[in-house]
């Protein structure tokens, strides 16, 4: 464990015992949690693989990442905008006829034959700043048509990801009305889901080559992907969801599903990709050197401060308040801090959580990166006690 020299070994300490009581009460089984500011990394490695025991968590410890597979996707995206494979306001339709000439519906909760023409094609820019004009509905399941039809075509977000071939689960999707005018509203998830496709489909590549070429490779991931090598699946712990009725952690998958890759390679997250504490500090590193990783350059400067600036308008942050706390926006694939109302919440900050338990920022203005992974699956878009904690306890120790 290192000692860093920007951060106050005592209360580093304190990190480790507050995060050790939740492990201890049974919150979680077990997490990786790294604190990195000006090249000084601390890593705290606490519980076991399942409950009730198994093996210890590990600094090299393969988690699934969820929607912090978001960021990556975005970041690849960039490279192509930068080669000038993908144009921020270029229509999709070239490259997804699929959602040519969209039809929306005529207000959120009508019938699906009640629809206008859209204003304007749907564009790279829009599905990265999640304005596509389609998404998660934040309603009681069911509640109006277009969730109804959405479950049913099996296109709606869900944690377990799309079962479907991508080129079917588009045409689905297509087939359905938008709920909001393309540019209109913030939805969740889905823009990124068709960004994956739309960026295949410009480079003539599946996802997970892309995403390896662009990103993995040069960054040195070599843990980060959409499935675990047999060879190391022994490094992906059990996941659990608490259950609603008890509150008992029961498991959230079958540990075998990474054996293979998957039928729907997900850029929103859903279950996107697994990674290790290190892999994502890598390439944390390299958005905080503003593009930079080891004298090379992966992304732009102006590309990094273009994807970390807000883009929400405050009428399309306005129905997800439950998202953005009032003190935050999203930029392109990236929730972007804006307001300063607590220890963490420095204004510039970047990121974005999972929901299977992670939480992964970068602070260029503290020069701070903050990492955690756990096993247990989120209930809500609000951070439980122990990413709160943990954020807490990463802010709290910066000793300048």
């Known amino acids: 464990m290192n000692q860093a020299k920007n951060l106050s070994p005592a209360r580093l300490g304190r990190m480790r015992d507050v995060l050790g009581g939740h492990v201890a009460r049974g919150d979680v089984p077990g997490l990786v949690a790294l604190v990195a500011r000006r090249g000084e990394v ?6 076991t693989a399942e409950t009730g025991g198994g093996a210890p968590i590990r600094r090299d410890t393969v988690f699934r990442i969820a929607s912090v597979t978001k960021q990556i996707t975005a970041a690849a995206a960039m490279t192509m905008v930068e ?10 339709d070239d490259l997804l006829p699929e959602l040519a000439r969209p039809r929306v519906l005529a207000h959120p909760a009508a019938p699906l034959d009640d629809t206008v023409p859209a204003h304007r094609p749907i564009t790279v820019r829009d599905l990265l700043t999640l304005r596509l004009g389609t998404g998660a509905v934040m309603a009681p399941p069911g509640a109006t048509p277009i969730q109804r039809a959405m479950d049913e075509a099996g296109v709606a977000p869900r944690p377990g990801g799309q079962s479907l071939d991508p080129g079917i689960w588009l045409k689905r999707l297509g087939e359905l009305p938008l709920v909001h005018q393309p540019g209109e509203r913030w939805m969740y998830d889905t823009g990124m889901d068709v960004l994956g496709i739309l960026m295949s489909r410009a480079a003539g590549r ?24 047999a060879g190391r699946l022994h ?15 029961v498991p959230a998958d079958d540990r075998s599903r990474w054996a293979s890759p998957p039928v729907f390679p997900s850029g929103a997250g859903g279950p996107g990709l697994v990674s290790t504490a290190d892999d994502l500090l890598a390439f944390c590193t390299m958005m905080l050197n503003r593009g930079r990783h080891r004298g090379e350059r992966i992304l732009s400067r102006p590309s990094v401060e273009l994807m970390t600036t807000d883009q929400l308008t405050a009428g399309q942050k306005a129905d997800n308040a439950v998202f953005f706390g009032g003190n935050s926006g999203w930029g392109l694939g990236v929730g972007v801090l804006t ?35 756990t096993q247990r699956a989120m209930t809500s878009p609000a951070p439980p006690p122990w990413h709160r904690d943990f954020w807490t306890c990463a802010y709290q120790a910066i000793d300048d």
């Open 42 to 47: 601390h890593v705290e490695a606490l519980g």
């Open 83 to 92: 080669e000038c494979l993908l144009r921020l306001d270029d229509p999709v």
């Open 206 to 229: 599946p996802l997970p080559d892309l995403l390896a070429e662009r990103l993995f490779e040069p960054l040195g991931m070599t843990d980060t992907g959409f499935h675990v090598p």
């Open 235 to 249: 490094r992906l712990p059990f996941a659990y969801r608490p259950d609603p009725e008890t509150g008992t952690l």
């Open 339 to 373: 307001r300063r109302d607590d220890l963490a919440a420095v204004p510039g900050r970047f990121g974005w959580d999972g929901g299977t338990g992670t939480s992964v920022y970068t602070d260029p203005a503290e020069h701070l990166i903050g990492i955690l992974l």
